[in-house]
């Protein structure tokens, strides 16, 4: 699939040691990109970049941190612009997900999820809007959100909280940076088969392709396809919209204990 207006493009893509975040940088590095990609996992992002770097036309540089931590943010940017000099594309992909009764939900597990789905949305946005703006050439910016920020799921209330609120800060944010030419468009995943989703049941993809109106699960590929049409030219008018890519479940898909 060719993407126009990606090659020789910077793009920041956090924690893209494995799964979605991975596959979205080997697409851009596939069509020509230049890739800082970020995990708070040292040992797996030096094997991603490791294995991505040299493999296609674009340059890859692994940066190690937390990225919901604001300093570490800024220190990645920095990086980022240390060693090619501009920044076009940011996809804040890190996240976490905490699955908790509401009633017994605790504090310290609010503030985890709020710090890396949120403040590190917003504070990584926040940092490259401004190189953006500075470079005067426009850029784009992709949320992901998920099918449970757009859908109730039981035990999800605050990671469903963090998501959904991303949807909406795509929406302010094609309004406050649209003049400047710069794009912010958010996907929400369904359920995808990752490294992660693997371990949390023994048939994931076996379980979701029975939940999903299409009857398969999601894969990387799927989110990072959609995710490389909107940083592409051909979507340079499409702004402020929420994408859902999950075989149709936040439409018309079942609940677990509809089976």
């Given at each position: 699939m060719q993407y126009s207006g990606i090659k020789d493009k910077v793009a920041i893509v956090t924690g893209a040691g494995e799964g979605i975040g991975y596959a979205i940088a080997s697409l851009l590095l596939k069509a020509g990109a230049n890739v800082v990609l970020n995990d708070v996992d040292e040992g797996r992002g030096n094997k991603a970049a490791s294995e991505l770097d040299g493999a296609f036309s674009g340059s890859c540089h692994f940066f190690v941190g937390d990225a919901g931590d604001v300093p570490t943010i800024n220190k990645m940017v920095d990086f980022t612009l240390d060693h090619f000099g501009r920044l076009d594309f940011v996809i804040p992909n890190a996240g976490i997900t905490l699955f908790g009764d509401f009633l017994e939900f605790t504090p310290d597990s609010f503030q985890k999820v709020v710090k890396l789905n949120l403040q590190g949305a917003f504070f990584l946005a926040q940092r490259a809007a401004k190189e953006m703006i500075k470079q005067g050439t426009g850029g784009r910016i992709v949320l992901m959100s998920?099918?449970?920020?757009?859908?109730?799921?039981?035990?999800?209330?605050?990671?469903?909280?963090?998501?959904?609120?991303?949807?909406?800060?795509?929406?302010?944010?094609?309004?406050?940076l649209g003049e400047h030419q710069i794009t912010v468009n958010t996907i929400a995943p369904g359920a995808t088969l990752t490294e992660r989703t693997a371990k949390e049941q023994p048939d994931y993809a076996g379980f979701w392709g029975r939940l999903n109106p299409n009857k398969r699960v999601g894969r990387p590929e799927d989110i990072a396809n959609t995710c490389l049409f909107l940083l592409s030219d051909g979507a340079s008018h499409i702004n402020g919209q929420l994408i859902p890519v999950d075989g149709g479940w936040t439409t018309a898909g079942k609940y677990p204990e509809d089976l």
């Amino acid at each position: 699939m060719q993407y126009s207006g990606i090659k020789d493009k910077v793009a920041i893509v956090t924690g893209a040691g494995e799964g979605i975040g991975y596959a979205i940088a080997s697409l851009l590095l596939k069509a020509g990109a230049n890739v800082v990609l970020n995990d708070v996992d040292e040992g797996r992002g030096n094997k991603a970049a490791s294995e991505l770097d040299g493999a296609f036309s674009g340059s890859c540089h692994f940066f190690v941190g937390d990225a919901g931590d604001v300093p570490t943010i800024n220190k990645m940017v920095d990086f980022t612009l240390d060693h090619f000099g501009r920044l076009d594309f940011v996809i804040p992909n890190a996240g976490i997900t905490l699955f908790g009764d509401f009633l017994e939900f605790t504090p310290d597990s609010f503030q985890k999820v709020v710090k890396l789905n949120l403040q590190g949305a917003f504070f990584l946005a926040q940092r490259a809007a401004k190189e953006m703006i500075k470079q005067g050439t426009g850029g784009r910016i992709v949320l992901m959100s998920s099918q449970v920020g757009v859908r109730a799921y039981h035990n999800l209330t605050a990671y469903g909280m963090t998501k959904a609120a991303l949807q909406f800060m795509g929406q302010n944010l094609a309004y406050e940076l649209g003049e400047h030419q710069i794009t912010v468009n958010t996907i929400a995943p369904g359920a995808t088969l990752t490294e992660r989703t693997a371990k949390e049941q023994p048939d994931y993809a076996g379980f979701w392709g029975r939940l999903n109106p299409n009857k398969r699960v999601g894969r990387p590929e799927d989110i990072a396809n959609t995710c490389l049409f909107l940083l592409s030219d051909g979507a340079s008018h499409i702004n402020g919209q929420l994408i859902p890519v999950d075989g149709g479940w936040t439409t018309a898909g079942k609940y677990p204990e509809d089976l």
